[in-house]
Nanobody, 124 residues
Framework: QVHVVESGGGLVQAGGSLRLSCAASGRTFSNLAMGWFRQAPGKEREFVASISWKGRTTYYADSVKGRFTISRDNTKSTVYLQMNSLKPEDTAVYYC?????????????????WGQGTRVTVSS
């Protein structure tokens, strides 16, 4: 079993930045692909970004490409989501997920372990 805990959410003005962190435990972190998803009020959960076990392969949703950066530190069993140039439409609960594979995907159903989420609110 993998335990995933997100942190770093909060309230920020449009144009600002936040960095989300996700700590995973319970399994060798370097064997896991990791992903970030988000769910806005009244909307379905959507893919944001994902990263392979060594960090060499990353995927981004078109809506965040160029603004968000996913990275990981396997020595700390932590994955990060640096969010810059935030927009009000980025407001959502952000979830970190772990996949029992070294290969990342963009499909939420292919991730096995999820955190409780951290809320990000971007004011205009």
């Amino acid at each position: 079993q993998v335990h995933v805990v997100e942190s770093g959410g909060g309230l920020v003005q449009a144009g600002g930045s936040l960095r989300l962190s996700c700590a995973a435990s319970g399994r060798t972190f370097s064997n896991l692909a990791m992903g970030w998803f988000r769910q806005a009020p009244g909307k379905e959960r959507e893919f944001v970004a994902s990263i392979s076990w060594k960090g060499r392969t990353t995927y981004y949703a078109d809506s965040v490409k160029g603004r968000f950066t996913i990275s990981r530190d396997n020595t700390k069993s932590t994955v990060y989501l640096q969010m810059n140039s935030l927009k009000p439409e980025d407001t959502a609960v952000y979830y970190c997920a772990a996949r029992s594979s070294v290969v990342p995907t963009v499909v939420s159903g292919e991730y096995d372990h999820w955190g409780q989420g951290t809320r990000v609110t971007v004011s205009s």
